[in-house]
């Protein structure tokens, strides 16, 4: 019963088939906003099911910082001007910390089950986005069953990029936003990658180039070039051990190839590029994006910044950011979207006090925390969440964080 809830629950983690239950405190200016509405999923009952497996391993151990933050989430509850959504909000919270540490509670179990779960989270939403990007729109049928959106290329508010002057919409997946895919295929595959796993080498490069095809359809640039980065740079730590003994004809040798072949990359690539500038423009191959992509997080910015000024110790309440974004958005700029950075987003809804007693909750499983072994999970997180909320926000980034954060 308990592994057959687990595997259950892990293979959910990417689905994200739910309820929509709406407020009154949901609508903004007249229009819903998904944010601010409480959503009971799939994924939530089959995970009610596996914390009841796991309750003679839960430990509540109150403590002052547990009972300071309580009081802390009281208050920020009560001063929000959405409260229904704030305690939704801290609900949320609490489950995610209680993943991580059922999780590490089940480190072995759950590590070795993921080996096999994540290929398959990988190859189906990979093929699955490389379907919906052919077609032009999504499949519908039992991939609605599992979170698809119903959308066409036509569509508003549809993602979409172009290559070779062709419009192409972006993968979606079962997921709510080509972004929110990127990063959870990113994630989950860098950690996947630095397993010790015994598997066929026919099956892990297909593993390894489905999810390079998800990243590429996906259509996330800031993905593209962390992946691009990632992969060269685990190249080159290749490389370095396998340096000639210091010193001799050897060591001279293999410099001097080294430099002819990066010399010889170099060359191509600038042939290549000047080429491309006098015949066509970058944007002659590869476009379509948002051309207000920039702006709209810059204005996002500057509006979380006006809100932290406003309240820096308690925050605005959880949830809250879209709710309080009208009075904080100059001009006639709106755009109902949570700030597109995880530490703003924070700080602008629980406060620095709500970040520094979470901090200190969880001071002894930082100090344990093996820093330079897992640099990559830091820069996967930490990079796309300076330009994205998706790691705090939407569901399945969320379950995906609590679980890896558990494992290392």
């Known amino acids: 019963m308990e592994r057959f809830v687990t595997v259950f629950w892990l293979l959910l983690i990417p689905t994200q088939l739910g309820r929509h239950f709406w407020l009154k405190e949901s609508s ?44 802390l989430a009281v208050a920020n509850i009560i001063f929000a001007p959405a409260r229904l959504v704030a305690v939704y909000k801290w609900l949320r919270i609490g489950q995610w910390w209680l993943t991580w540490q059922l999780v590490k509670e089940n480190k072995i179990r759950i590590l070795s089950l993921l080996k096999k779960i994540v290929p398959a989270w990988i190859i189906v939403e990979s093929f699955l986005g490389l379907a919906q990007v052919l077609k032009g729109g999504s499949l519908n049928g039992i991939w609605w069953w599992l979170g698809e959106r119903r959308f066409t290329f036509g569509g508003i508010g549809i993602a979409q990029m172009r290559f070779f002057d062709e419009g192409w919409i972006r993968a979606y997946g079962t997921f709510s936003h080509p972004n929110s895919l990127a990063g959870f295929l990113l994630l989950s595959w860098w950690w996947w990658r630095k397993q010790r796993l015994n598997i066929n080498k026919v099956f892990y490069w297909v593993v390894n180039w489905s999810a390079i095809l998800g990243i590429i359809l996906t259509g996330s640039r800031i993905v593209w070039g ?136 969880g001071i002894n499983k930082l100090i344990g ?38 494992l290392i």
């Not at 819903?32 to 509540?60: H, P």
Request: glycine share 10%; net charge positive; proline share 4%.
């Open 226 to 361: 962390l992946t691009l980065g990632l992969l060269i740079v685990e190249q080159i730590r290749k490389l370095i051990p396998n340096l000639p003994p210091f010193g001799g004809e050897n060591k001279k040798k293999y410099f001097r190839e080294m430099l002819g072949k990066g010399l010889l990359i170099l060359g191509i690539i600038c042939l290549t590029l000047g080429v491309v500038s006098i015949n066509y423009r970058v944007s002659d191959f590869v476009g379509g994006w948002d051309v207000d992509s920039w702006n709209k997080r810059e204005m996002l910015g500057l509006a979380a910044i006006k809100m932290i000024g406003k309240s820096p110790l308690f925050g605005v309440g959880a949830g809250n950011f879209v709710v309080r974004l009208p009075k904080f958005q100059t001009g006639n700029f709106y755009w109902m979207q949570p700030v597109h950075n995880i530490f703003l987003l924070m700080w602008c809804e629980i406060g620095a006090l709500g970040i520094i007693m979470f901090l200190a909750l």
């Open 28 to 71: 903004v200016m007249g229009a819903r906003v998904d944010y601010l509405s409480i959503i009971l999923y799939l994924t939530d009952l089959v995970w009610l099911l596996w914390v009841w497996t796991q309750r003679k391993k839960i430990k509540l151990k109150p403590d002052f910082f547990s009972f300071i933050l309580l009081l």
């Open 369 to 406: 925390f093996k820093w330079k072994k897992q640099v990559w999970f830091l820069l996967i997180v930490g990079i796309t969440g300076m330009f994205d909320h998706y790691w705090l926000t939407l569901p399945q980034n969320n379950w995906l964080l609590a679980i890896i954060l558990g």
